[in-house]
């Protein structure tokens, strides 16, 4: 209870200084002890002045001198100092104290001071501008302290001034901190304790000692986090579904088949085994929780339908959510043209729809005249009420807030449906184990017979019309076209107001229709234009009527025009890795050969030349995702910002993925050798 005292409790914490660490997120003694050092500093081993090249110094200086330069507000003081080594090598060493003045009457002649700081050579001596100083004891030891915390700041407060609060704190309130892991678990792997990992985080004895306090820590936070995961699917798992504990070998149900048969290609393995899983966990006794990962293409939509249909062939009803209107009603036209043909009653909803036949609808689906509703956020409306849902698919899961999908999910009643959550974005597995660590995991790896890999090609922004050139021949050919842009209408638009350098959709839409590709019919789409618009617009897209498509990222998902064989993304150095390959994804759906040009600007940062670089190299959604890891961190992965529980202390999911999985299977053996009963957290 302590260390949720307030943090005025530490010696050293008055008004001031707790303004200052509130903004540092501090607000008790807990958030304090957990503020982690982002760096250490050794300090325990000296470096003298003569050595300064290889490293910062670290040694007992007298002051020699002081010189000022500069005039007016500009007058800088400058110290000369010396060490031991200093007056046999000769060369000058000073401090440069911008805007510290008042060292003047600190730094004087035959003082003596312990110095930590980097050196620089200029003007025939070697200079420091970023330094400390402490004052040496009476006697002149050398002992210049240990290894010392550098912390995250704010400004007005600095870094001596934090250690003296954190090292109150730790002297008096960490002691009192109890064990959170298993005793059998720290002496299983030599871990510290609470207590002793917290001192030695901020203050360690030794680089060893900081060593196993950072695993002690590491550890902790991941495997509590993957106890509470495992406690949840033990709480699903705890739900056992009356008449459902069937020993199933996942093969294909008699409706699935006749819908197999029907399709004019075969199902890819992957496709096969993620139907044959879902169907395994469907007979059995308990909720069907998963998450179906495929590559974009790969056909996720069919599995879901093959799935929703094994739940309609009990008399139950299915439903298909997706994040846009586009994606939806494109999923609604493919769930009719392949599923009504074999008696599946299908119904599209939106929030857009009249109200005359909203309430036809809704009086259809709560009488069971409804097999599978598929739609947008109106599916889990207040107004919708079904008979009795029993299967729900969400589609591009990361669009969706974990509330909005408990919604959908509560629709189904006192016995929650089975769940099955879609992402085209591939989520790295050490990601998939910690935010999804609670489902199983499908993944469609293989793509659709005939697909051709396409072939990405980067062009500077002054070669835009060789590229122009190339898709010129392809629309003429017969094929078509996406223009991708990352603003709707420039400076006009004030979302875009500080872009307004950058090419846009619509300006761009005029020009490519007027001057680039005179006569050939070009559409405009983004998220301003009237969702009616956007279907007329699609669906001539679709049919071949409109050979270019001017947009932007809103076609990322939900389009699949087979035609289509050229993807140009301008500005691509403004789009993310995911949105790129989503992007890039639009293309490829047919039997030509089809292209992906990624043009750039000259201003490029050294983090979009590497992310352009993954695209030009890579064509696996998956090893884009891994790459997309490493660049940006968990945090910003697809999917996971929703999650909110994924800032981790000390504990790198990159870094740290072995230590992840160690602690994913430990807690998954503490769960199963347990008789205690648990609860989700």
């Known amino acids: 209870m302590s260390v949720n005292s307030d943090i005025t409790k530490v010696k050293g914490v008055g008004p001031a200084a707790k303004e200052l660490l509130e903004k540092l997120g501090i607000f008790d003694i807990e958030t304090l002890l957990l503020h982690y050092p982002r760096d250490w500093e050794d300090r325990s081993r000296p470096l003298a002045l003569m050595d300064w090249k290889l490293g910062k110094v670290c040694t007992e200086i007298t002051v020699v001198s002081q010189k000022w330069f500069g005039f007016g507000k500009t007058r800088t003081l400058k110290v000369y100092i010396e060490d031991e080594s200093n007056k ?14 008042f060292l003047q009457k600190t730094l004087v002649s035959g003082k003596r001071f312990r110095l930590y700081g980097s050196f620089i050579p200029r003007y025939g001596e070697i200079q420091s501008t970023s330094f400390e100083l402490e004052a040496a004891d009476e006697r002149g030891s050398s002992a210049l302290g240990a290894i010392l915390p550098v912390y995250p700041l704010t400004s007005g407060l600095n870094q001596n001034a934090l250690r003296k609060i954190m090292s109150n704190a730790v002297k008096e309130f960490a002691p009192n901190i109890k064990d959170e892991l298993p005793l059998e678990i720290i002496k299983r792997y030599g871990f510290l304790h609470k207590a002793d990992a917290i001192k030695a985080l901020h203050f360690p004895s030794s680089f060893d000692e900081l060593g196993k306090a950072k695993m002690t820590i590491i550890y902790e936070e991941l495997f509590s986090f993957q106890m509470m995961i495992a406690l949840r699917s033990q709480e699903r798992k705890n739900a056992i579904r009356p008449g459902r504990d069937i020993a199933s070998d996942g093969s294909l149900t008699p409706l699935q088949q006749r819908l197999v048969e029907r399709l004019p290609f075969k ?67 493919n769930a009719a043209k392949l599923l009504e043909p074999i008696g599946i009653r299908i119904a599209y909803l939106s929030g857009n729809l009249k109200s005359a036949g909203r309430g036809q609808l809704l009086k259809a689906l709560a009488a069971g005249e409804i097999d599978m509703l598929v739609g947008t956020h109106a599916l889990f409306s207040k107004d919708v009420v079904y008979k009795n849902l029993r299967f729900v698919a969400v589609d591009e899961q990361h669009r969706f807030g974990v509330l909005q999908r408990k919604a959908i999910m509560d629709k189904g009643g006192e016995i929650p449906p089975d769940f099955l959550m879609m992402s085209a974005t591939p989520i790295p597995q050490s990601l998939a184990l910690t935010v999804f660590g609670d489902l199983d995991v499908s993944v469609i790896k293989d793509m659709p017979p005939g697909r051709k890999a396409i072939k990405t090609h980067l062009a500077s922004e002054s070669n835009a019309n060789k590229v122009y050139d190339f898709v010129r021949r392809e629309l003429n050919a017969g094929r078509q076209a996406y223009f991708v842009y990352p603003l ?7 979302d875009d107001a500080d872009d307004s350098e950058l090419k846009n959709a619509v300006s761009m839409a005029d020009k490519l229709s007027k001057e680039i590709f005179p006569g050939i019919k070009l559409g405009l789409l983004h998220s301003k234009v009237e969702d009616e618009s956007k279907r007329k617009i699609m669906e001539a897209f679709h049919n071949g009527d409109i050979k270019i498509l001017a947009a932007t990222s809103v076609v990322e ?12 993304i301008e500005h691509a150095e403004r789009f993310g890795l995911a949105a ?68 981790f202390g000390m504990a790198d999911l990159v870094l740290d993925k072995d230590v992840l999985a160690q602690a994913r299977q430990d807690a998954l053996e503490m769960i199963l050798t347990t008789n205690t009963k648990y609860s989700t957290i």
């Not at 046999?88 to 003045?101: E, Q």
């Not at 998902?557 to 140009?568: E, L």
Request: with cysteine; glycine share 12%; net charge negative.
């Open 88 to 101: 046999v090598f000769g060369t000058p060493a000073c401090l440069v104290c911008f805007n510290r003045s």
């Open 267 to 333: 199902l890819t393995a992957g496709q096969l085994t993620s139907i044959m899983e879902m169907n395994r966990d469907m007979d059995g006794k308990y909720q069907m929780a998963r998450l179906l990962q495929g590559d974009v293409g790969s056909g996720k939509t069919l599995v879901s339908f093959l799935a929703a249909l094994k739940t309609i062939e009990k008399g139950a009803q299915a439903v298909l959510m997706a994040p846009t209107e586009l994606l939806a009603r494109q999923h609604g036209d």
């Open 488 to 494: 709707i209408n420039g400076g006009d638009d004030e």
């Open 557 to 568: 998902v939900g389009v699949d025009v087979p035609n289509a064989s050229c993807m140009v």
């Open 580 to 647: 790129l390959h989503q992007l890039r994804g639009r293309v490829g759906r047919g039997s030509d050969q089809s292209y992906c040009f990624l043009v750039y600007s000259g201003k490029l940062t050294e983090d979009a030349k590497l992310r352009l670089k993954i695209m030009l190299e890579n064509n696996d959604g998956f090893v884009i995702a891994e790459e997309d890891l490493k660049l940006r961190g968990p945090g910003h992965i697809a999917g996971i910002e929703q999650s909110g529980y994924l800032k």
